[in-house]
């Protein structure tokens, strides 16, 4: 019965959100206020109703209803209860029911929070929202029910995927689709302004908190996505530019343009129509990641292996939403005037190289990821894009960026001066060299990457500190006048300086993890040694331990440096019986600075097993710097000027046109 009230509650759910995306639209173009008022409550009962369905998933994953066949083909009655719950976004149906969910939770907090936003404005963003739900509520309804019963009723489930199984499936797919999705808000606010024909820096402060809300959960779902991978997968290494991984990678790039497009927009009235393309291209590259991995075209651990025919469906939307908002935006583009000019040295055109620089990198993961598939369709030869591609075309845009990111916030709007700019960031330049001259005599020259990775992590952290010294006039100004300028700089401020820190400690993190990774592949048996950078891994033993729903095999490693013991490990072989697979649990000490990585290999006939170890000098920072860079935006959405959106004035403003 809960089941079948999910299912209604999907229907339910699709016809309120083609109310929706009617009534709204209709009344902001006739500018009846009945009718815009419509898109709130709408928007509110249809997040309510998804929000219904997937209680019902969970409740028939938490109690083993096998009659479900989403949950009979996905979960097993032996499995601990918070794999139960992952178990729900843990294939097609259930994931794109959380996709759902998601999607009209954003749609929700619009209607109970833009209160300031302009009423034509909101009518037009939540009706396009609204149509986006149409079609993925109706994917779901007609292509992945996940509430379809099976007879007769199977005594006990098939189980989750075993690699699946793992707390980092917990908070891992909901982050990344609170990214995915949430760009779907600013694609909305783009289509609603192309129809208005207004673009303007009240747009542009409205768009940009929920732009951010999405960049940050789309950057902390990366994260913990890379996570995830480095020590469940057990190969040592924290990004393959595996396709499905770069699926998510391409519309954080193009968000991060569009966060600092819109900064344009709001303080110089310009970048108009470039600021909406990256809108609509940065969710078009969302549905674009949903295509690859439903669609069946990728061989891929992170994708779902569904029926081409859900690929077609998925298509189809792609092809209505990106094809019908780049020809509204042809149309209307040209009319998008801007007021705002700039020298050639100025805060815009950095910021507009640093937009460049990163539509170029997403241009370059879409056609290293996409290629492989173009020449499988044509009938081509198969090709493998890897590491080598992306090193050589990824990695050279981003070292001017890098350049650029410390420079831009030193340089003011609308005219600079190159000289004085690089000037004042003498000691930084300094610094980053001295840096760079270091990691030359620690590589002893035979390293080139290393010392120029170092050196710009460098570059941008000191050039970062400069920018906020100089804000808070650190150093120039008398203490009373420092600490006044401290307490009252903008949290927008303290958040880009926090991000641009942040991203400094990734540079830094993977330069070192990358250059000076350290491996040993060597059969071992009980009281063996091996010995990598410096440490002794000793074998001890290997014993049983049984699970809830997998038996173990748990080998004991003790580590050493100079004869003294410091950690001891215990990486393990897992068996399901049930899949009748076997996988690995990495086991990992850690200092902050560096990794110790140990996987139990396959037993070999005299006794003895292999183990894989690796030496990960600074991998930690990679996702350290990835978590303060989410602070920076937390900090910067916590700004109370981006939480109010445009001033009240405006708003009256816009209702006294509307009225008139």
């Not at 309120?16 to 009945?34: C, D, F, K, N, T």
């Not at 959380?98 to 963003?125: E, H, M, S």
């Not at 993925?136 to 007769?152: E, G, H, K, Y």
Request: glycine share 8%; with cysteine; proline share 6%.
């Amino acid at each position: 019965m809960i089941a079948e009230l999910g299912h209604f509650a999907l229907i339910l759910a699709l016809l309120i959100a083609i109310v929706q995306s009617i009534l709204p639209m209709v009344g902001a173009q006739r500018g009846a206020r009945p009718m815009m008022d419509v898109a709130a409550p709408a928007a509110l009962l249809q997040f309510g109703a998804v929000a219904l369905a997937f209680a019902a998933l969970t409740h028939g994953y938490v109690t083993s209803d096998f009659s479900l066949k989403n949950v009979a083909e996905n979960s097993h009655s032996l499995k601990p209860l918070l794999y139960k719950i992952t178990g729900v976004w843990g294939n097609h149906e259930g994931s794109m029911l959380l996709w759902a969910l998601i999607l009209t939770l954003y749609g929700a907090a619009v209607a109970a929070f833009g209160r300031n936003l302009p009423p034509a404005l909101k009518a037009r963003v939540l009706s396009v929202h609204g149509m986006i739900g149409v079609g993925f509520l109706a994917f779901i309804l007609f292509t992945s029910n996940p509430f379809l019963r099976m007879l007769p009723v199977p005594p006990d489930g098939q189980g989750l995927n075993p690699i699946l199984q793992d707390p980092g499936l917990a908070f891992h797919p909901p982050f990344l689709y609170l990214g995915y999705v949430g760009f779907s808000m600013a694609f909305s606010f783009a289509v609603a302004a192309l129809i208005e024909g207004r673009v303007d820096p009240a747009w542009a402060r409205w768009v940009r908190p929920w732009t951010l809300v999405a960049w940050c959960a789309l950057t902390l779902g990366i994260c913990l996505g890379s996570w995830w991978a480095y020590y469940e997968l057990g190969w040592g290494g924290w990004w393959a530019w595996d396709p499905v991984e770069n699926a998510s990678f391409m519309p954080w790039l193009s968000g991060t343009a569009l966060l600092h497009s819109a900064i344009v927009v709001e303080k110089r009235d310009t970048l108009k129509g470039w600021t909406i393309f990256l809108a609509l291209v940065t969710f078009s590259l969302s549905l674009l990641g949903t295509f690859l991995v439903r669609s069946g075209v990728l061989s891929s651990v992170h994708a779902f292996a569904v029926d081409p025919a859900r690929g077609a469906f998925i298509l189809v939307l792609l092809v209505v939403a990106i094809g019908g908002s780049l020809v509204l935006f042809a149309l209307k583009a040209p009319n998008l005037r801007a007021t705002g000019n700039f020298a050639p040295i100025s805060r815009e055109s950095a910021l507009v190289l640093n937009n460049l620089l990163l539509a170029t990198a997403a241009l370059t993961v879409f056609l290293g990821t996409l290629y492989p598939l173009f020449l499988d369709v044509i009938g081509g030869d198969k090709v493998s894009v890897g590491s080598p591609y992306y090193n050589a075309t990824f990695v050279p845009l981003m070292v001017p960026l890098v350049l650029v990111m410390a420079a831009g916030p030193l340089m003011t709007w609308k005219r600079a001066d190159l000289a004085s700019v690089l000037m004042r960031l003498r000691l930084a330049f300094g610094a980053a060299l001295a840096v760079a001259l270091v990691m030359v005599i620690v590589t002893r020259g035979h390293e080139a990457l290393a010392p120029l990775g170092i050196g710009l992590a460098a570059w941008l952290l000191f050039g970062t500190l400069k920018e906020l010294a100089e804000r808070i006039r650190l150093f120039q100004a008398p203490w009373e006048v420092v600490r006044n300028r401290l307490t009252h700089t903008t949290r927008a401020a303290w958040g880009m300086s926090v991000a641009h820190a942040g991203l400094a400690v990734t540079i830094a993190g993977i330069t070192v993890a990358s250059g000076w990774q350290q491996e040993a592949i060597q059969t071992l048996k009980p009281g063996e040694s091996v010995t990598l950078a410096g440490d002794l891994y000793r074998f001890d033993r290997v014993e049983p331990r049984p699970g809830p729903n997998y038996s173990a095999e748990q080998a004991t490693v003790t580590l050493s440096h100079d004869g003294r013991t410091f950690a001891t490990l215990h990486p393990s072989r897992l068996t399901y019986p049930l899949q009748r697979m076997t996988t690995t649990d990495v086991a990992i000490h850690t200092d902050g600075f560096s990794d110790r990585y140990v996987v139990l290999g396959d037993p070999q006939p005299d006794g003895g097993w292999i183990f894989r170890i690796y030496y990960n000098p600074l991998v930690p920072w990679v996702w350290f710097g990835a978590l303060i860079m989410v602070l920076g935006g937390v900090l910067s959405l916590s700004d109370r000027r981006l939480r109010i959106g445009a001033p009240v004035k405006r708003l009256k403003r816009a209702e006294a046109e509307l009225a008139a």
